[in-house]
């Protein structure tokens, strides 16, 4: 029996329920499948939202793949379609590794997430200065945890309570393997499109980057290098982070297992 993960979450009409909204509004439909993809970003979510763009019908190929950055809810389902559906999937991912990726991608590129959090610190920071460990401690800042959606946890994006599949990122062989299988879902991999990801990247792991500069990372980026993961967090960071998204950690360990944590807690 299908249910919603928030939507008993308070007695207000369904669409004044904040939560459910949130889930909703981060759900696609493939029309095809009668299934429903729960998007979490920096989860894999452009190459998913790409490849259920083909699979609906609405683009061709990688080559027209700006169109999913405007029309992330063209394929939200209904509350029925979302009822009725018959295969429900969500890509999770390691807390600590999405964070870092953020950093990374986000900070050190200095996107619109980036100019919106340095709004929200009513520009009391410099982006070019900022450092990983300086980002991580903001977060306990309640207005800063949840506003924006790269950085939320987790579990606000999850609209069921119960899903059929749920995918680790960090296997995601597995994800195109069972898709195809599953629903007949082709992956198109967003990556050359959208260059969020460090995969290109020679990985550094030799020593502590957690404090050095958004613009520091940059140089290294661009002579082909980047922090490793595990080498931005310190002790302390990672009990911040622990702390921080202790939901979306007992989440993964639960539904992905323990092998692609970045750090045993």
């Known amino acids: 029996m299908t249910k919603f993960k928030y939507a008993s979450f308070n007695q207000s009409p369904l669409q004044e329920n904040t939560k459910h909204q949130f889930a909703m509004n981060h759900a696609l439909q493939l029309f095809k499948a009668n299934a429903v993809y729960s998007f979490i970003p920096k989860n894999g979510c452009s190459t998913l939202r790409l490849s259920v763009a083909v699979a609906n019908g609405c683009i061709d190929d990688i080559e027209q793949g700006h169109w999913i950055h405007k029309n992330n809810h063209t394929f939200n389902p209904t509350l029925a379609e979302a009822v009725k559906a018959n295969y429900q999937f969500v890509i999770l991912r390691c807390p600590f590794r999405r964070l870092a990726s953020v950093f990374l991608d986000k900070f ?11 709004d929200l610190l009513e520009r009391r920071i410099e982006l070019d200065d900022l450092t990983f460990t300086d980002f991580v401690l903001s977060l306990r800042q309640s207005q800063v945890f949840k506003s924006d959606i790269h ?3 987790q579990v606000d994006f999850l609209l069921y309570e119960n899903y059929s599949d749920y995918f680790a990122l960090e296997n995601f062989p597995k994800v195109k393997k069972t898709l195809k299988e599953k ?4 992956i198109i991999d967003a990556r050359p499109l959208t260059a969020h990801g460090i995969d290109g990247y020679a990985l550094l792991s030799d020593g502590d980057y957690s404090q050095m500069q958004a613009f520091d990372i940059a140089l290294l980026k661009r ?4 922090p490793a993961p595990a080498s931005l967090y310190t002790p302390e960071l990672i009990e911040v982070v622990k702390d921080l998204y202790l939901q979306d950690i007992a989440l993964y360990k639960n ?3 323990v092998n692609n944590l970045l750090f045993s807690v």
Do not use: M, T
């Open 108 to 118: 050190v590129a200095k996107e619109p997430p980036a100019w919106a959090y340095r």
């Open 183 to 186: 629903i007949n879902l082709d």
């Open 223 to 226: 002579q082909g290098q980047c």
């Open 255 to 257: 539904k992905c297992g």
């Open 151 to 153: 950085w939320c946890p």
